[in-house]
């Protein structure tokens, strides 16, 4: 099979299946603090998703944002990803501190005799990643 016609049908059938699921997809970006102890891996299904600091003794290990690629996104997809993150960096918890709609990108609409600035508003998560340094917290 010629290869120009090999990849026209992986691209048809890759927006096909786009179009069927939705591309439900997030966008995930984590940074670890700087000065923080390393600590191997968690289990990202043993992660808690809390919504204030909990008063255990803990470390805070970095941030991570999530941005969902639509507002169809569910919520479980959006905590599983946050949870990867984090287990990445050693956490127990994962504290969220920011979940809203706010400006994410801008794109240049129109002719050229009359072009504007469109914003791009979506929905952005961030959590500050933890970990107990109690055993048993």
């Known amino acids: ?39 191997p891996p968690t ?30 996104v569910s919520a479980q997809k959006i905590e599983a990803s946050m949870r990867a993150a984090a287990a990445k960096m050693g956490a127990n918890a994962i504290v969220i501190v920011f979940d809203r709609t706010e400006v994410t990108g801008a794109m240049v609409v129109g002719p050229w005799y009359g072009r504007s600035v469109q914003q791009i508003m979506g929905r952005v998560v961030v959590g500050v990643a933890i970990r107990y340094t109690q055993p048993g917290s």
């Open 1 to 39: 099979m010629n290869p120009a016609i090999r990849f026209l049908t992986a691209f048809v059938a890759l927006a096909g299946l786009c179009l069927v699921t939705g591309c439900q997809s997030v966008s995930i970006n984590s940074n670890q603090y700087l000065g923080v102890p390393n600590y």
């Open 43 to 72: 289990d990202p299904a043993q992660i808690q998703i809390l919504r204030k600091e909990p008063t255990a003794p803990h470390v805070q290990l970095g941030e991570v944002r999530a941005e969902p690629s639509s507002d169809s």
